[in-house]
């Protein structure tokens, strides 16, 4: 069975200890730079606001999300969702997520092809994660080859989704710090702290495509073996 597997959980040991590294340099980041005030007194939401109108999107809707670190930018309704914290926050933290997230409404603004690609690949990501492994792990349970390689398939288009997410990730953050440095309102060590909160943000995804390619390349090792075995 795969989940007996040694290899598996050398897989999945590994995936575990990189995502958990990724998630505490992120949160270290942000916890780090939670704490330092912006001098201007500008809140999250007015940082976002800022950016938005410099970038001619005075018309995209800000509004509040519940929950820690639920920040995001909606497509479909030009909305862009900040959490509390980051809303109303006056840190250099806020200013660096909402700078960010406002980062990817003008992607959307621009028709930013990666962005407007993973929007596309959001059904395949969804069923990937749930129904690919299943399908792996049934198909080689039962011998059915051709179930199992339908799995891989299926799972493969997740990891397309977390490929695609980095550049689209990694752009919003270079729109927010080009936005933010061209508006003269941040000093070089609040500019300087904002750039960590982004840089260990994007680790997240990097962790996220990793782990997602090392578990791909193991599905797809074991059905390979299954069907040399049985030809």
Do not use: C, K
């Amino acid at each position: 069975m795969l989940f007996f597997d040694p290899l598996y959980f050398v897989v999945m040991v590994a995936s575990l200890l990189v995502s958990l590294g990724a998630q505490a340099w992120v949160l270290t980041a942000i916890r780090s730079q939670a704490v330092v005030p912006m001098r201007s007194g500008l809140t999250g939401g007015q940082v976002a606001r800022m950016v938005l109108r410099a970038s001619g999107l005075a018309e995209v809707r800000l509004a509040l999300s519940e929950g820690w670190l639920t920040d995001h930018y909606d497509p479909s309704t030009r909305t862009l969702r900040l959490s509390p914290d980051n809303y109303y926050g006056t840190s250099v933290a806020a200013a660096g997520i909402a700078a960010h997230e406002a980062g990817h409404a003008i992607q959307d603004a621009r028709r930013y092809w990666p962005m407007a690609l993973r929007q596309r690949l959001v059904p395949a990501a969804n069923v990937g994660t749930q129904l690919g492994v299943l399908l792996v792990v049934v198909g080689l349970a039962m011998r059915a080859l051709g179930v199992a390689e339908l799995g891989v398939l299926t799972f493969a288009g997740f990891v397309l989704f977390t490929l695609v997410t980095l550049p689209v990730e990694i752009d919003a953050s270079r729109r927010a710090r080009t936005a933010l440095a061209q508006s003269g309102a941040f000093a070089p060590d609040e500019l300087a702290g904002i750039g960590r909160v982004l840089r260990a943000a994007a680790a997240t995804y990097v962790a996220g495509a990793l782990t997602a390619i090392m578990q791909l390349l193991y599905f797809a090792a074991r059905v390979a073996g299954a069907r040399r075995r049985n030809s």
